[in-house]
Structures are given as C-alpha cells and as structure tokens.
C-alpha cells in the first residue's frame, strides 16, 4: 500500500511547484516510509510514498511507459489480486513488461483498455493516470471503496490526494467547514455521507466511481454498483460457492514478497481467514503463519457481557491457535497508552474517529509492523453477510434511521442551540436516511419484511461499512502496515446481497450461510460462537480519564469545541453516574466514556486543522 498526490492547473507552469508537491507529499511518509517520488510537467504534478510490498526493487513511482509517442504517469494505492492472470492476457496482446508489481500491470492494463481496465480489475485500489499527449487525467477507486481518495475541484484547478491533510497542505485548499460539514461531524460522525469531505470544497471520489479531467471539465462515472437479481442457486449450491469464492478471494490476497500475518479475534470471520491461510502456507510448504490478538489490561475483570458484546475473545483464541498451530501474539494495551493514542489517533485519521476504539488499532498496528508489513482481517463480514443485532430486529428495521445512530436527539442535545437551530440535527439525520433509502435496488415482487432486509443489507455495505474501512485503512497505514481484507472482495459481495434471507439466516442464526460454508474448515465451537465486536476497554480507570479530558477542554476557555456544544448539558452528564450505562450512540461500542473521548477528537481536530466555520 502507498499514498498518492497532485494537482492539475491549466492556468499556471508548475514545474516550478516542487516544493508544495514535495510537502504534500511527505504528509503521505506514513503510508509509504520505504520509498517517496515526484513528477513534474506544465499543468501536472504527481507525488507518491511507497510501501512495498510486490516486487520491493522495482516498482517505484510516480511509474512512467510509452506507447509510440505517447507517454502515461501512474500514481497508485492498493494491490491488484489478479495482476499474474492480467499480465499473461496483456502479454498475449504483445505488451512486455519489466518488472513483477502490480502497478506495471495496472498502467499497462490502463494504456491498453482505457478506463475499461476497471472491468479487469480484481482489488483494492486508487490511482491516477496522466495522459501526456492528451492533457487528461483519469482517477479511478475500488468498488467497495477499500482505498481512500479525495479531490477538490476548483475550476482550473483539480487537486487530489489519499488523505484529507495531503489536500490542505496545497496553500489553495483551506481548512474551512460549513453547517454541512459541522453537520456531518455532530450529527452523522464517525459515519461519513458516501462522497462527503467534510471541509468545504472538498469531496471523496465514492467507491466504484471514476472520473476524468482535461480541458473541457470534469466528468465523473459510476463503473460498478450493488445490483439486485434473482438468486438462482440452491441452498447446498449457495453453501458450496460462498465457500470456493472465500477460498479463492484466500489465495489471492495471500501472495507477497513480505511477510503476512492474520489478525485472530476468535470469532468466525477472523477464524475462518486465519485457517485459510494456514492451509495456504501447508500447501506451500512455508514457516509457520503468525496471528495477532488485541486486549486491555485487567479487561478479564471488568468485563460484563450484553447483548453487543455477549463473551471474551481469550479462550476461542486459545483454541484457534491450538488447532491451527499458529505462532501467536497477545497484545494488550492500558488506559495510559489508549488515552495518549487518542491524540494520534485523530491526526492519522484527519477527522474526530471511533474514540479508543481508533486508538487501540493504531497501537495494534504498530506492534504488528514491528514483525510483518501485511496483515489479513476479517473487516466487513458483519455487513455483507447480516451478522449484526440490527439485521434481526423488526424495530431497527422499520425505524427509518440508520441502525447504528439511533441517538440523534441525544445528539442534538449535547452541541449548543445555536448550533442545533443553523445545522438542523433531526432534518440533516432524516435526509441523509431518505437519500440512503432511494439508493437502494429493490427486487420487484419482494414483501414488505424483505425490502427491510434489503434495505438494511444496502445501508451496512453503503454507509456503515465505509466508516470502519476508513477506521482500518487510516490506523493501519499510519503504522506502514497493509491491511488486506479478503471480505471486501466484490465478487463475493455482489454474490451475498443476493442471497436470500432465509439462506443467509440458516439455521435460525445470523450469518447462517457462513457459518454452513466454513464446516470442516473450523471447530464446531468456533462456527456456533455468537458474534462479538472488536474488544473495546472496560476498565473505569478509561472513564475516568476521558472524564478528565473532558472537563480540562471545558475549563479552557481557548478550546474551540466550546462554542459548538452546550456546556451545562455536558457537565450535569458529567456529574451523573448516567456515562458508563448509557447505551451505544454510534454503532455497537460507542457510548458514555466514547462520547467524551469522541468530543475530545473534536476538539483535537478543529485545534490541530486550524478549522474556520464558515
């Protein structure tokens, strides 16, 4: 994985522009630490941090090739899975290549189909081609939106990065947020509208778009999305086909030329990878495969199981590695470390995030890139295949809010009056629910209880999704780890939103059909375990410092959070004992101690950012 930069101005030289693209591009070190280039011309500039993973002698970048007189600039975020079947069809079309990475056989694949590549594509991806002799620029991101990429479209001047502080580092790009933007952060965060760049002026090119830029404008395009069709297979048909398509997707994402590990919760997505890579390993006579785990210390006392969080990850770890044989690492974190990540947490995502469920990520992933640069998770099984509380309860499916943000007053509650009355919290949450619900690609003749489901499947895949993708790409880039997550495969996407849902519910369980699909592949403990998120911290020492930080940004008469929240609302919550026992606000994990740590980010952010409203 890597990070990507550049602008076009059809107004000015810029070959005169190295050192603005050079500070953009050192905002991406992180992503890429082993290599970094730029490129040059009159109305292009083009910069990139490598982290390398295919090919680590060759493959630098921004990467150029010729085709007769004409000459192609790539800049590149992601990996291509099926580079080796793309270079053997290139071949046999008479291109040659000269080195083994992916980023050849993506320029090539581009200089001979055009943007017509993207049909051939089989990854996570973002990238940028400038065609010299056309003047054109052709930007283009992955189906599922597994990579980021932003842009500002300024007229004569499009500017384009990985990540949100790339673009504000370009002395045209400001860091300015209007009643949108506060809107999105109060009402919507850590979630994101698809599209939405929080800062004015600033978009993020949505998952399975492209778009082209020369002279003539701007054009954008959706190149592939979530379809609805008859599912024409049987139950053992379905069973056996999710199986070959996570096998494959399995051998596919596990080539490299650096070492790759698994992330093992003891849960059935994790398992499930993890013993596929075992075997992966087995076949090719490799050492043994390295599984890491994340918890916090003195977690084992504090915990209380509930309806989100029904049991502890130790003991299925325990028995995962014991049955793989894997060489495993126990990592675990405490509050001191979770608190002073919180910081760090938020520059590496740009935006106020997921609180210490950010944080403890960001920590996670520095450890593991002290023994592997890639890294295998289970990410996002949970909303292809249904495996949440909300898929099964008729009031969350009929509620007309996104399930996991059911707290909008209590949200509206906690920022100022006048903030409330200028961003219009239940009407901005409303819209945003409404604009989700037309999306969806209803199947026709469909009852009433299946359009919810659908609706729902759509929602998790398009809005839920997305904010804990941007979680694991941010934190686990910010460490220089690349994190692969094999769910995420489009192919095994689109084949699961069109199973039905007595199929995918199998067995009176969530995630039925996944479970039936993974028999003989795990332990029958593992396959009946009942879901349970990422592991956050139950210790009070945890609520008592974000308590802390809390009450250090109120007693601050500097701290820019002030003005956007009502004070005497979040001090009568302070002084409660309501904080620990208050129920999820965001997702399944975000609640009272999450809230002051998430109001902190806030805080963190708009200091940091220099973040005017407008």
């Not at 599922?144 to 002395?171: C, M, N, W, Y």
């Not at 409303?430 to 604009?435: K, P, W, Y």
């Not at 606000?585 to 940091?608: C, D, H, R």
Request: aromatic share 10%; glycine share 6%; net charge negative.
């Amino acid at each position: 994985m890597c990070g990507m930069t550049g602008w076009i101005d059809w107004q000015n030289n810029l070959l005169h522009s190295s050192e603005t693209l050079e500070a953009m591009t050192d905002t991406l070190t992180p992503r890429g630490p082993d290599a970094a280039g730029t490129w040059l011309s009159v109305h292009c500039a083009l910069g990139h941090r490598r982290l390398a993973v295919m090919d680590p002698s060759n493959g630098a970048q921004p990467m150029v090739r010729y085709r007769e007189n004409d000459q192609f600039v790539i800049v590149y975020n992601g990996e291509i899975y099926n580079a080796q079947e793309l270079t053997e069809q290139l071949r046999s079309y008479g291109w040659r290549f000269t080195t083994t990475c992916d980023t050849e056989v993506l320029l090539t694949a581009y200089m001979h189909w055009g943007k017509d590549c993207l049909e051939h594509l089989n990854g996570i991806f973002a990238f940028a081609v400038w065609d010299v002799q056309q003047e054109e620029l052709f930007l283009a991101r992955d189906r599922l939106g597994v990579k980021p990429l932003f842009f500002a479209d300024q007229g004569s001047r499009f500017i384009f990065g990985s990540e949100l502080k790339t673009l504000l580092t370009h002395p045209e790009v400001k860091p300015e947020v209007s009643r949108e933007g506060l809107a999105e952060i109060f009402i919507v965060g850590p979630a994101r509208t698809p599209g939405h760049g929080v800062y004015e002026g600033i978009s993020e090119l949505k998952a399975g778009q492209c778009m082209t830029i020369n002279k003539s404008g701007t054009r954008l395009q959706t190149y592939w999305k979530l379809e609805s069709r008859e599912h024409e297979h049987s139950m053992e048909q379905t069973i056996d086909h999710v199986q070959e398509l996570l096998l494959d997707t399995m051998n596919r994402q596990m080539i490299s030329d650096v070492p790759i590990c698994t992330l093992l919760s003891g849960g059935l997505d994790s398992s499930a990878l993890t013993a596929m890579a075992v075997q992966f390993y087995r076949d090719k006579d490799a050492s043994s495969l390295h599984t890491y785990s994340v918890d916090y210390v003195d977690n084992d006392k504090h915990f209380k199981a509930h309806s989100f969080q029904p049991n502890s990850d130790t003991p299925y770890i325990e028995l995962m590695t014991s049955h793989l044989s894997t060489v495993h690492h126990y990592i675990q974190f405490d509050t001191p470390d979770l608190i002073s990540a919180l910081y760090d947490a938020t520059i590496a995502r740009d935006l106020p995030g997921m609180a210490d469920i950010d944080s403890s990520l960001l920590l996670f992933c520095r450890e593991i890139k002290k023994n592997a640069t890639v890294a295998i998770s289970g990410e996002a099984a949970d909303e292809i295949f249904g495996g949440y509380p909300w898929f099964h309860k008729e009031e969350t499916l009929h509620s007309r809010q996104f399930p996991w943000s059911l707290a909008t007053e209590f949200r509206s509650n906690i920022i100022s009056p006048e903030l409330s009355d200028w961003i219009k919290p239940q009407q901005y949450a409303a819209q945003r629910f409404e604009e989700a619900t037309y999306e969806v690609p209803h199947l026709q003749g469909e009852d009433e209880h299946l359009r919810a489901v659908r609706q729902m499947s759509y929602m998790n895949i398009s809005r839920f999704m997305p904010t804990l993708l941007d979680r694991k790409d941010r934190m686990s880039m910010a460490a220089g780890l690349e994190v692969r997550v094999p769910f995420c495969d489009h192919r095994l996407v689109d084949y699961v939103f069109n199973i039905p849902w007595e199929f995918k519910t199998s067995g009176d369980r969530e995630k039925g059909i996944l479970r039936k699909s993974l028999r003989g592949i795990l332990p029958e403990e593992i396959i009946t375990r009942k879901k349970s998120p990422y592991p956050k911290t139950h210790n009070p020492a945890y609520l008592a410092a974000v308590t802390g930080l809390m009450k250090d940004i109120l007693n601050d008469d500097s701290s820019p959070l002030l003005k956007l929240i009502n004070k005497d609302v979040i001090e009568n919550l302070l002084k409660s004992d309501q904080s620990s026992s208050l129920v999820p606000w965001f997702g399944q994990l975000m609640s009272g101690p999450q809230l002051y740590a998430y109001l902190y980010q806030i805080n963190v952010w708009m200091k940091e950012n220099k973040v005017s409203i407008v």
